[in-house]
């Protein structure tokens, strides 16, 4: 538990980017004020409801430090519209890149049929999950351009998202890694554990100017390349898919784990005498 100067320290510092960007995007005080109130009676209620006890005014209140009449306000207002679960995506996605009857000899993904006697996309769909229907899930992924459909057969066109074709889901995802981030780095610094969690950093700060796209693309090839060994790596210790079943494990399923990379090229920075890594 970090002391109460440490901590204002702490968030100042992972506040400083976001009001950036915050910055960037014309947002103004009363606006940030607002969203800074939403986020603290969301998080204190969710903190309430992990525990199992009820989501009291007076106690959000007291927590947060922000009036009951603004708690009772923000409580009320905070259910969104449902959106459909990009879970669900890239469940199908995993199960259909590492099961055995999904993929080719080679190790590619197969071309499914749906609608059509063999209907391998809605049996896919349907081993994930039966709360969404398999056409639900199969016109989002058209929409995102993941998938093609023609004459009953689906193919798998690529297997990550285009960030740019739901700009609001772009950043959510980007909120969770950096939820993710945050907690698994706040594990290594602050608690003893057997094995940390991975952070590691590759930084240069001389690259020629002339080679940016090349260094992008090399990143990404190499990136795709780890994520793909890795995910079927795992998936041998995933109790949903069938190469985990059967294992004799002690411990119960449901532990998440997330992996995410990333990089950022920014050609603004000043020349350097020196690169690193």
């Given at each position: 538990m970090l002391e109460p100067q440490?901590?204002?320290?702490?968030?100042?510092?992972?506040?400083?980017?976001?009001?950036?960007?915050?910055?960037?995007?014309?947002?103004?005080w009363s606006v940030l004020q607002e969203t800074v109130r939403e986020l603290l009676v969301e998080a204190a209620v969710e903190t309430s409801t992990a525990e199992g006890k009820k989501s009291v005014v007076s106690k959000i209140s007291l927590i947060t430090g922000i009036d009951r009449r603004d708690v009772k306000r923000l409580i009320r207002t905070e259910n969104e519209l449902d959106r459909f679960d990009p879970g669900v995506l890239s469940k199908v996605l995993l199960r259909w890149r590492?099961?055995?009857?999904?993929?080719?000899?080679?190790g590619s993904p197969r071309v499914l049929t749906y609608l059509t006697a063999d209907n391998s996309f809605e049996r896919l769909v349907r081993e994930v999950s039966t709360d969404f229907h398999p056409g639900t899930v199969l016109s989002e992924?058209?929409?995102l351009e993941m998938v093609e459909y023609d004459d009953g057969k689906v193919r798998l066109k690529r297997r990550f998202a285009s960030v740019r074709q739901d700009v609001l889901a772009g950043f959510a995802t980007v909120s969770n890694d950096i939820e993710g981030l945050l907690e698994g780095s706040a594990e290594n610094i602050l608690s003893e554990q057997e094995v940390s969690n991975a952070h590691?950093?590759?930084?240069?700060?001389n690259i020629y100017r002339e080679s940016i796209p090349a260094v992008k693309r090399l990143i990404i090839k190499e990136?795709?390349?780890?994520?793909?060994?890795l995910a079927?790596?795992?998936?041998?210790?995933?109790?949903?898919?069938?190469?985990?079943?059967?294992?004799s494990l002690k411990d119960e399923a449901g532990v998440k784990v997330m992996v995410?990379?990333?990089?950022h090229v920014n050609p603004s920075s000043p020349p350097s005498e020196k690169s690193s890594a």
């Amino acid at each position: 538990m970090l002391e109460p100067q440490q901590s204002a320290t702490v968030v100042k510092n992972l506040l400083r980017p976001m009001i950036r960007f915050a910055l960037r995007q014309g947002l103004r005080w009363s606006v940030l004020q607002e969203t800074v109130r939403e986020l603290l009676v969301e998080a204190a209620v969710e903190t309430s409801t992990a525990e199992g006890k009820k989501s009291v005014v007076s106690k959000i209140s007291l927590i947060t430090g922000i009036d009951r009449r603004d708690v009772k306000r923000l409580i009320r207002t905070e259910n969104e519209l449902d959106r459909f679960d990009p879970g669900v995506l890239s469940k199908v996605l995993l199960r259909w890149r590492v099961e055995d009857q999904y993929i080719t000899r080679s190790g590619s993904p197969r071309v499914l049929t749906y609608l059509t006697a063999d209907n391998s996309f809605e049996r896919l769909v349907r081993e994930v999950s039966t709360d969404f229907h398999p056409g639900t899930v199969l016109s989002e992924l058209e929409r995102l351009e993941m998938v093609e459909y023609d004459d009953g057969k689906v193919r798998l066109k690529r297997r990550f998202a285009s960030v740019r074709q739901d700009v609001l889901a772009g950043f959510a995802t980007v909120s969770n890694d950096i939820e993710g981030l945050l907690e698994g780095s706040a594990e290594n610094i602050l608690s003893e554990q057997e094995v940390s969690n991975a952070h590691l950093r590759t930084y240069f700060d001389n690259i020629y100017r002339e080679s940016i796209p090349a260094v992008k693309r090399l990143i990404i090839k190499e990136v795709k390349r780890f994520h793909a060994r890795l995910a079927k790596e795992l998936a041998r210790f995933d109790k949903d898919l069938s190469v985990a079943r059967g294992k004799s494990l002690k411990d119960e399923a449901g532990v998440k784990v997330m992996v995410t990379s990333f990089s950022h090229v920014n050609p603004s920075s000043p020349p350097s005498e020196k690169s690193s890594a």
